[in-house]
């Protein structure tokens, strides 16, 4: 049974470029989250969804980023005209059900920007 | 400001050592977990408390809720190297994410 899976493991960027992370959830989970750790910081929540509804944006900058997880395919994390400062580790968690507990992460997507 | 406390930071001991890891917050949360982290990966799921007192053993591994949900420990006997790594301490927050602490970043030397 694969785990959640992250593509791609790692991502470099020049200032300005967009990025995309992909993540599929573990099979049979419905629910999806995405977390950032920035070098020398701990993992900060970013955004909860469920399938073709996000739930809960408040760790999501204002700006340039979004998220969608549709009814196929898998979650997309998107970071448009990307900066120095949004190089970081981007993780995907995903559970079966809701309450934000029993989280399984991905092994995540290492964006550099240049 | 952050909501989970983990001590110590950092952990140095011999192989055959006992340890343990705090994770301390002055909010109730519903439910908490205790995750590994290896450089380069995601964070590994160890163990979820929910009821506060309780207490789950994983191999040489305990893990114990305080009894008002604010607090948790992580306790290690007979370390091993391949206990290495990086402990987080996360908490369910309003149901929707995970508030995670800075982290505990251990080594075992052999």
């Known amino acids: 049974n694969a785990g959640v899976m992250q593509n791609p493991r790692h991502l470099v960027r020049r200032r300005g470029q967009e990025a995309r992370l992909r993540c599929s959830p573990m099979k049979g989970h419905s629910h999806v989250y995405w977390y950032r750790q920035l070098p020398e910081e701990g993992l900060k929540f970013m955004v909860y969804?469920?399938?073709?509804?996000?739930?809960?944006e408040s760790g999501m900058p204002k700006e340039r980023f979004s998220a969608e997880f549709p009814k196929e395919g898998p979650s997309i994390l998107r970071i448009q005209q990307v900066v120095r400062g949004d190089s970081a580790a981007y993780f995907c968690?995903?559970?079966?059900?809701?309450?934000?507990?029993?989280?399984?992460f991905g092994p995540g997507t290492r964006l550099t920007v240049t | 400001t952050q909501l989970l406390e983990q001590s110590p930071q950092f952990l140095s001991i011999q192989e055959g050592e006992n340890l343990t890891v705090y994770c301390n917050s002055s909010?109730?949360?519903?439910?908490l977990q205790w995750y590994r982290q290896e450089p380069g990966e995601g964070p590994v799921l160890l163990v979820t408390v929910v009821t506060g007192g309780e207490v789950k053993k994983l191999k040489r591994l305990t893990f114990q809720f305080g009894d008002a949900r604010k607090d948790s420990s992580l306790h290690i006997t007979a370390a091993q190297p391949g206990d290495t790594g990086l402990y987080l301490c996360?908490?369910?927050?309003?149901?929707?994410?995970?508030?995670f602490g800075a982290g505990t970043i251990l080594r075992v030397k052999s």
């Open positions: 969804l469920q399938k073709e509804n996000i739930i809960d």
């Open positions: 996360a908490g369910d927050w309003h149901g929707n994410k995970l508030v």
């Open positions: 909010s109730v949360f519903s439910s």
């Open positions: 968690a995903s559970s079966l059900t809701s309450g934000g507990r029993e989280q399984y």
